[in-house]
């Protein structure tokens, strides 16, 4: 079946480390998504791709990186500098202009 | 820019009783719009999505949503609420050109038996 794998589903982050969440999609779609989820927020975008090398900043992409070197994987880096990650983690892809977004199960990142 | 807001943080009903959750939007072009429902740690399920085809649109377990262009809504329904149908539900309108999705704020659905 095709879909959206995020790993780990559960992550901690020790103070001053880096830390990365995987994403891999099999629907072979061209755009994908990072959200950040906190209760009471909704969510909101940390960084897009819409095609293979090419990311654009969401609304919230401080204190992240992200890389786009393959079509099928987006993995998203929560580094030092993101003094909050303390938050629940959501990956999406989308074929075209249009068309609804997918969404992995999301990964769960907490402070030790 | 585009936004939306979902009335009411919270909604409860009994089982077997309507159910209606309330998403207003703002855009400047025709949107895209989307219901999306999310269970206890897991990831968004598209419930169902509205791009101009019929203003009346159907989608899984039930659900069905109204797009009203005068009142810029795009409430959802369901006839007779399921204790499966507890859930947080969310609205979103996408960007035609980015695919970027603008989310409200969710809706937490409890159903009482």
């Known amino acids: 079946d095709g879909g959206i794998t995020q790993s780990p589903k559960y992550l901690f982050r020790k103070e001053g480390q880096n830390v990365t969440l995987s994403c891999e999609q099999n629907l072979n779609h061209d755009a994908m998504y990072w959200y950040r989820q906190d209760p009471g927020q909704g969510l909101r975008l940390i960084y897009y791709?819409?095609?293979?090398?090419?990311?654009q900043k969401g609304d919230i992409a401080e204190g992240y990186s992200v890389s786009r070197e393959k079509k099928e994987s987006f993995p998203l880096t929560v580094t030092s500098a993101q003094k909050n990650p303390t938050a629940f983690y959501l990956c999406?892809?989308?074929?075209?202009?249009?068309?609804?977004?997918?969404f992995g199960d999301g990964t769960r990142l907490s402070i030790l | 820019a585009q936004s939306v807001t979902q009335l009411g943080s919270h909604v409860s009903v009994s089982e077997g009783a309507l159910v209606l959750l309330r998403c207003n939007y703002s855009s400047s072009v025709p949107p895209y719009l989307f219901w999306y429902v999310q269970y206890p740690n897991q990831g968004l399920q598209l419930l169902l999505k509205?791009?101009?085809?019929?203003?009346l649109v159907k989608g899984i377990n039930g659900f069905e949503a109204e797009f009203k262009k005068s009142e810029t809504s795009f409430h959802l329904t369901k006839p007779s609420a399921h204790m499966s149908d507890a859930a947080e539900y969310f609205c979103a309108v996408s960007d035609s050109n980015t695919g970027k999705l603008i989310f409200g704020q969710g809706t937490t659905l409890q159903v009482k038996p």
């Open positions: 509205y791009t101009s085809a019929a203003t």
């Open positions: 999406a892809s989308r074929d075209r202009a249009g068309q609804p977004q997918h």
């Open positions: 791709s819409q095609i293979v090398n090419d990311f």
